[in-house]
């Protein structure tokens, strides 16, 4: 297999997925990326270890069968696998970019050849990448 150099991990919340795969789909990886889907995306590596061993052993395979290369980590507003998620998005957003960081320190530990892209996606379906400094705009 060839071309599927991407691999997507998101939660399984129905409000996100037809906003992220469209939006995939402009960033013209559509067909090309392997799918984590679970609550919290990245946040159920970091919370539980049996989940993280699921996850790191899911992009081994991805990166053995589909030579997968780059990770797109994607939270969202409002998940409900955030514990005492406070309602402001600022602070949701800051809070989110934080734990995927710490999944991407995860990941590149065990895969340090990979890339990792963190989004955080607002209810309103923006996308806020790692880094985003303007939190005003929010
Ligand atoms: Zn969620």
């Not at 970019?97 to 890339?115: C, D, G, T």
Request: aromatic residues 8%; proline residues 2%; hydrophobic residues 40%.
């Amino acid at each position: 297999m060839v071309n599927c150099n991407n691999l997507v991990i998101m939660c399984m919340d129905y409000r996100f997925q037809s906003t992220t795969h469209t939006w995939l789909r402009h960033r013209g990886v559509e067909g090309k990326y392997d799918v984590i889907s679970l609550a919290g995306s990245s946040l159920s590596m970091l919370n539980d270890t049996e989940t993280r061993t699921i996850v790191v052993n899911q992009i081994d395979l991805a990166r053995k069968k589909h030579s997968v290369k780059r990770i797109i980590i994607f939270h969202h507003e409002d998940c409900a696998a955030l514990k005492d998620c406070p309602k402001d998005t600022r602070e949701q957003l800051k809070i989110h970019h934080k734990k995927m960081s710490l999944a991407r320190n995860v990941i590149l530990n065990y895969f340090p050849e990979l890339i990792v892209e963190e989004y955080f996606i607002s209810l309103k379906g923006v996308f806020y990448p790692a880094g985003f400094k303007d939190v005003a705009t929010v």
